[in-house]
């Protein structure tokens, strides 16, 4: 008998996964199939299983996947990230972009850029090193956000966190706006990118750090979800029940930063993912363990991958930032979340 | 300090930074220069400072005025630090709708303009405060914001895409769109003088009521508050500022988040409680000397080019608002 | 298990800004039901705190079970001393029963589901509290009385020989407090469980606690068997208040009648 609680929930929630997970399947046949002539499901599942015509198949490989694997895993790290932070802040507001991580990565990049670029535009160094540019800045913002929240004279409310973080964002943004302008003009378009968030340049090499990011991030996650599932208590009642609390945030925190540091670099500032897909995850299969966190991951890849779909089919020839429309799928997705729940609970 | 004096002393602040506005920029000028000129000397000099800096400081003014007490009464009202016309999607909602009136209606007139971002600011904040108080239980503080962020993000977006596809729109706009107070008409205070004029007024005609808005609802209710009216009339009131400051200098971030903050952690005499009237008029005052400041700063900072007021502004702004926020001492958040 | 629960010598401790006590001993037997009195901001709260590891002494040496408190890993202490705090918090959407489990997580084992044993513990503590046809409800859905004993069937479920409770009856009325203090006693007398309750009801100290400690001002005013801690001398001195007591007819216990504060009375 002391199962059935468990068992009485868990249909529900992999169905619910299931349905995220053939949702994000069907958005990447989908996005593959897209492009200067369009591939019915049929042939790209072929090309997919390699049973395709040669062209096909390069098609599929070389041309179109790597951007659909971008915005999946950009969306994928992005979402985690942001389940993460809200769980270390205890604030369902945090997310990388509220708290200046984003922004944090986006000027670490730029600086980057504005360093090491040539009047040719082209980079000194290797563009391997970006990530790390990515990273550091992002780690700056980070550790600036936590430092003085929790230095806060006022102790660390739950909205002084989110104040710290927007007011460096924002900072942060400032400064990526005024090297924009102080940098040569031949700077400001790829700067302009990484504010908009942008998976259409993908390159395979891409898609592939991001993986391996991930590679490192999902098994720790994976083996500490518990940690993070205890995070839900207030911090006394955490430390209590024998929670490690504050090398158990430090870690998450690190790791959130990596997660975001690594998309940001390679597909730019894609705002709203990290906010709102833990929601709808939370909202959709309850706010428990490692259901939770893989509906969160591919909420986000949905939302990426979905809004770049879009931002390529809106206005043909152009292509929009695929940064500019993860708001405008997320937000009514999200807002209708919000206003639903109040049904279940009532 | 006294609150009049402080009163008193920020509006001299004010005066001087105005007219320090005049002489300021790509070329600085002497007060014989700035006194000629607007006593109607002619000449190249005379024409930039009648034309272009006079516009630009006195729209800077009533803009970061209207913003300031726009970001007071949100935050009054939702008892809510964070509540402002930027968080909560007003500011974008007004660039949406006038983004929209522009690309779809052919808006053009100034009163067409400025009617549309009222609308837009209008529209946004019942949108944002409905759903939110559908959503949340009691309407809690994080629910208000979770549905700002995620409007003003929608809103943004919109706009954005509007933009892209719209290319003529987007030369028309971008100027507008990227918030600022150069190059601004001067018959633009006739929107923001009648929204600052009416504004205040009735700002100040609410403050006992956002006073006893204070503690919770139903003590408020027990004093005889009209908790719903006054909520509605205020936020109402909120929307209009920002609508116009909008549609006079585009979405400007910050200034409505910064200011109220600031006017609270002003140097006031230990033990001196200050009532919502005198925190309203306060924070308008601290609005206008902000824009003003950035203003200047934005045109001497990376001269010959000129900064963007909200990179300025959040250069300048944040660390003073982290500062302040940390020195905490006597502080209501 | 040895014969006190927690050892504090000479212990200075206090947040950012000010102390809340210079120099406190103060020692807490095991294996009864010991209630922390005494007015408010007499260190009752940061005594428990201490105790259970959440702050850190700036100086003094504090003992838990027979160890330093140092030497003890986060979820080897968290198996000894569970605690409730004083206003607990989790998510509004959060059902009983996995809150209850979340009190299992010194115990459980890494990359591993919930075992039987935890499960059986989730059950026995929902049951304890009366808590069983609840599991499933979210905690916003709970009222005043059910959500502090879902938070006390998490401790339990913590399994803890030692329990520290921070005012477990504050915002509960008569009824429930009765349940909650008349649980604890069971818990004592039949699992031999030790508990430490901070308390403002002398009344309720009086009737279920074995020994009293009273706090006035950062000191430990008065410790010792609950017959010996409540005299109209100590409380007088501890509260500043004029009382009478009496002897419950019935219980045996004694019985707090304020008269004045004797502040009131000027000097």
């Known amino acids: 008998m002391s199962t059935w609680s468990q068992s009485s929930r868990r249909p529900r929630a992999d169905a619910a996964l299931l349905v995220f997970g053939l949702g994000v399947v069907a958005l990447t046949i989908l996005g593959i199939g897209l492009g200067a002539s369009f591939m019915p499901p049929d042939r790209v599942l072929q090309a997919l299983l390699g049973e395709a015509p040669r062209t096909d198949e390069i098609i599929v490989w070389t041309l179109r996947m790597p951007r659909v694997a971008l915005a999946l895993l950009a969306g994928a790290a992005l979402a985690l990230a942001g389940a993460i932070l809200q769980r270390v802040t205890r604030n369902p507001l945090a997310a990388p972009s509220v708290l200046g991580i984003t922004d944090g990565a986006a000027l670490g990049v730029v600086v980057f850029l504005w360093l090491f670029s040539n009047e040719s535009n082209t980079l000194r160094v290797s563009i391997h090193w970006q990530p790390v540019a990515a990273i550091l800045g992002a780690t700056v913002f980070a550790v600036l956000v936590a430092a003085l929240t929790i230095a806060d004279p006022r102790g660390r409310g739950p909205l002084s966190v989110i104040l710290y973080g927007i007011a460096l964002a924002a900072l942060a943004k400032a400064a990526v706006t005024m090297l924009m302008i102080l940098g040569p003009v031949y700077r400001a378009g790829q700067a302009m990118t990484w504010m908009t968030g942008t998976v259409g340049a993908a390159h395979w090499s891409d898609a592939a750090t991001l993986a391996m990011a991930l590679a490192v991030a999902v098994p720790v996650l994976w083996v500490a979800s518990r940690a993070l599932g205890q995070m839900r208590l207030d911090d006394d009642s955490a430390v209590a029940t024998g929670l490690s609390l504050v090398a158990a945030q430090a870690a998450f925190l690190a790791l959130a930063v990596v997660l975001t540091a690594v998309a940001v670099a390679h597909a730019g500032a894609i705002g709203f993912v990290g906010l709102t897909a833990p929601h709808a995850a939370r909202l959709i299969i309850g706010d428990g363990g490692r259901a939770f966190l893989c509906a969160t991951a591919l909420a986000g890849a949905g939302l990426v991958l979905g809004a770049d779909i879009i931002a390529r089919v809106i206005a043909p020839p152009l292509e929009l930032p695929a940064g500019a429309l993860t708001a405008l799928i997320g937000a009514p997705l999200f807002l209708y979340l919000l206003v639903r729940r109040s049904a279940i609970h009532a | ?333 | 298990m040895p014969e006190a629960l927690a050892r504090l010598s000479d212990v200075t401790a206090g947040y950012e800004g000010h102390l809340v006590f210079d120099g406190l001993d103060l020692t807490i037997p095991a294996g009864q039901v010991v209630a922390l009195c005494g007015p408010n901001g007499s260190g009752k709260s940061t005594a428990l705190r201490v105790m259970r590891r959440l702050i850190t002494p700036q100086s003094g040496a504090v003992e838990a079970v027979g160890k330093p408190l140092g030497d003890w890993g986060a979820k080897d202490l968290a198996r000894q001393i569970a605690m409730l705090s004083q206003s607990p918090d989790a998510p509004d959407e959060l059902r009983v029963r996995d809150l209850v489990m979340l009190g299992r997580f010194p115990h459980r084992r890494a990359f591993r589901g919930p075992a039987q044993q935890d499960h059986d513990a989730v059950e026995q503590a929902l049951r304890r509290t009366e808590m069983s046809d609840l599991g499933e409800r979210p905690i916003a859905a709970l009222s005043g009385g059910q959500l502090q004993r879902a938070w006390i069937a998490m401790v339990l479920a913590q399994e803890a020989p030692a329990i520290l409770l921070d005012e477990p009856t504050n915002h509960l009325d008569l009824a429930h407090s009765l349940e909650i203090l008349e649980l604890l006693r069971s818990l004592n007398r039949e699992e031999g469980r030790s508990f430490v309750v901070v308390l403002h009801d002398l009344n309720m100290a009086a009737r279920y606690a074995d020994h009293i400690v009273m706090f006035r001002a950062g000191r430990v005013a008065a410790s010792g068997a609950t017959g010996e801690v409540m005299t109209e001398e100590i409380i007088a001195r501890v509260f500043g208040i004029d009382c009478s007591l009496f002897d419950h007819p019935l219980l045996g216990c004694p019985i707090v009648v304020p008269l004045a504060s004797s502040n009131a009375r000027g000097p």
Not at chain 2, 86 to 114: C, P, R, T
Not at chain 2, 257 to 280: D, E, F
Request: glycine letters at 12%; hydrophobic letters at 60%.
């Open chain 2, 1 to 333: 300090m006294t609150v009049t004096r402080t009163v008193l002393c920020l509006v001299l602040a004010l005066g001087l930074l105005m007219l320090a506005s005049l002489h300021l920029g790509l070329r600085v000028y002497s007060p014989a220069t700035v006194w000629a000129a607007l006593g109607g000397a002619e000449g190249t000099d005379a024409l930039i400072v009648t034309t272009l800096r006079v516009p630009r400081t006195l729209v800077a003014a009533a803009a970061g005025a209207a913003l300031a007490l726009s970001g007071f009464l949100m935050q009054a009202v939702s008892r809510n630090p964070l509540a402002e016309p930027g968080l909560l999607g007003v500011n974008a909602g007004a660039a949406f709708a006038v983004s929209l009136g522009v690309v779809s209606f052919g808006v053009s007139g100034l009163g067409e303009i400025a009617g549309a971002a009222l609308i837009g600011a209008l529209a946004t904040t019942f949108f944002v405060f409905t759903l939110a108080a559908f959503a949340g239980p009691g309407g809690q503080a994080h629910t208000v914001l979770l549905a700002g962020v995620t409007t003003a993000a929608m809103l943004a977006a919109f706009t954005q895409v509007l933009l892209l596809i719209d290319e003529t729109a987007l030369e028309t706009l971008l100027f507008w769109l990227s918030g600022g107070f150069a190059d601004r008409g001067l018959d633009l205070l006739l929107i923001g003088m009648p929204v600052l004029m009416v504004g205040l007024p009735v700002a100040l005609a609410l403050a006992p009521a956002l006073d006893a808005l204070r503690a919770d609802d139903t003590s408020a209710a027990a004093l005889g508050v009209a908790v719903i009216r006054v909520r509605v009339l205020a936020l109402s009131l909120a929307a209009v500022l920002a609508g116009g400051a909008v549609a006079m200098a585009g979405p400007v971030v910050f200034l409505g988040l910064v200011a109220p903050h600031l006017a609270r952690r002003l140097p006031i005499k230990s033990g001196q409680t200050l009532g919502s009237a005198q925190l309203a008029l306060l924070a308008t005052l601290v609005g206008a000397t902000l824009a003003i400041t950035a203003d200047i700063v934005a045109r001497l900072i990376i001269a010959p080019q000129e900064a963007p007021i909200s990179a300025v502004l959040a250069l300048v702004g944040v660390p003073v608002l982290i500062g302040l926020l940390r020195r905490g001492a006597g502080a209501r958040a």
